[in-house]
T-cell receptor, first 113, second 110 residues
Framework: DAGVTQSPTHLIKTRGQQVTLRCSPK?????VSWYQQALGQGPQFIFQ???????QRGNFPDRFSGHQFPNYSSELNVNALLLGDSALYLC????????????FGSGTRLTVV | DAKTTQPNSMESNEEEPVHLPCNHS???????IHWYRQLPSQGPEYVIH???SNVNNRMASLAIAEDRKSSTLILHRATLRDAAVYYC???????????FGAGTTVTVRA
């Protein structure tokens, strides 16, 4: 049973560019959340998608946007990249509200130069 | 967001129990206590969660104080694979996000 799949695993972008990260949830899950984890820190919540709508958003600027597709997969888009956007981006899936736990992927390591 | 306090690090010997404390004195009645762990180079992994009563599963046990202001995650027999950062998180029943702190880095000695 495949867990959460994220692509790509690593990415290098230049400041000012745009990036799209992708996530396929665990089979049977319908909700996708995105987190940003800076080096040495705990993950920070970006937003959650359910039924193709953004259900909750963390304290991140509008440069961070997302999308959920009918098959429950999701994309995270970041525009006008800053050096400070360099981080590990984690996708987590769950069934609805995640009361029985979230399943995380291994993340996409984004480096902005 | 309700706050939790955990020790920065703990060490344990292999095959011995590990007791990870977490203080959450401002917990509200609608906060569940969640534990996740993050192994090196991986995303966080769900461990256990509870509201008021102690909970057990195949990975660990969660002991919750009667006043709910503290809890303890118990790994019954530590293995080298249990070396990770362990996060204690309070999640309101009406909230969808997990608010991670710095966690406790657990080192297991062979």
């Amino acid at each position: 049973d495949a867990g959460v799949t994220q692509s790509p695993t690593h990415l290098i972008k230049t400041r000012g560019q745009q990036v799209t990260l992708r996530c396929s949830p665990k089979s049977g899950h319908d909700t996708v959340s995105w987190y940003q984890q800076a080096l040495g820190q705990g993950p920070q919540f970006i937003f959650q998608y359910y039924e193709e709508e953004e259900r909750q958003r963390g304290n991140f600027p509008d440069r961070f946007s997302g999308h959920q597709f009918p098959n429950y997969s999701s994309e995270l888009n970041v525009n006008a990249l800053l050096l400070g956007d360099s981080a590990l981006y984690l996708c987590a899936s769950s069934w609805d509200s995640g009361d029985y736990g979230y399943t995380f992927g291994s993340g996409t390591r984004l480096t902005v130069v | 967001d309700a706050k939790t306090t955990q020790p920065n690090s703990m060490e344990s010997n292999e095959e011995e129990p590990v007791h990870l404390p977490c203080n959450h004195s401002t917990i509200s009645g609608t906060d569940y206590i969640h534990w996740y762990r993050q192994l090196p180079s991986q995303g966080p992994e769900y461990v256990i969660h509870g509201l008021t009563s102690n909970v057990n599963n195949r990975m660990a046990s969660l002991a919750i104080a009667e006043d709910r202001k503290s809890s303890t995650l118990i790994l019954h027999r530590a293995t080298l694979r249990d070396a990770a950062v362990y996060y204690c998180i309070l999640r309101d029943v009406r909230d969808y996000k997990l608010s991670f702190g710095a966690g406790t880095t657990v080192t297991v000695r062979a």
